[in-house]
């Protein structure tokens, strides 16, 4: 079982910056592949980026060149940096993780945060 925790979330401007966490619980974080997600208001929950246990990564074509993940194992962390924030990135983040596949879809993870808001007003 893994519990994870983000945090990080708030108000922001247009063209301002934030940097999510998700601290995870559990002995092998590192070899588990997570994934951001975020949900706007009336909307299905969508997929942000991830990051295998090695290393690799993808996003969204949405978020592309504006955010980055990254991973400390030793931490037992997963980061989110936005930069470059638009409106249309306002929605409840949410961090997940998995042991056993990856990839784009809420269907492929296990394991899931609470969620974070992050408003970014124009």
């Known amino acids: 079982q893994v519990q994870l925790v983000e945090s990080g979330g708030g108000l922001v401007q247009t063209g301002g910056s934030l940097r999510l966490s998700c601290a995870a619980s559990?002995?092998?974080?590192?070899?588990?592949?997570m994934g951001w997600f975020r949900q706007a208001p009336g909307k299905e929950r969508e997929f942000v980026a991830y990051?295998?246990?090695?290393?690799?990564?993808r996003y969204a074509d949405s978020v592309k060149g504006r955010f980055t993940i990254s991973r400390d194992n030793a931490k037992n962390t997963v980061y989110l940096q936005m930069t470059s924030l638009k409106p249309d990135d306002t929605a409840v983040y949410y961090c997940?993780?998995?042991?056993?596949?990856?990839?784009?879809?809420?269907?492929?993870?296990?394991?899931w945060g609470q969620g974070t808001q992050v408003t970014v007003s124009s």
């Open positions: 997940a993780a998995n042991d056993r596949t990856f990839g784009v879809t809420a269907q492929d993870y296990a394991y």
């Open positions: 559990g002995r092998t974080f590192s070899s588990y592949a």
């Open positions: 990051i295998r246990s090695g290393g690799s990564n």
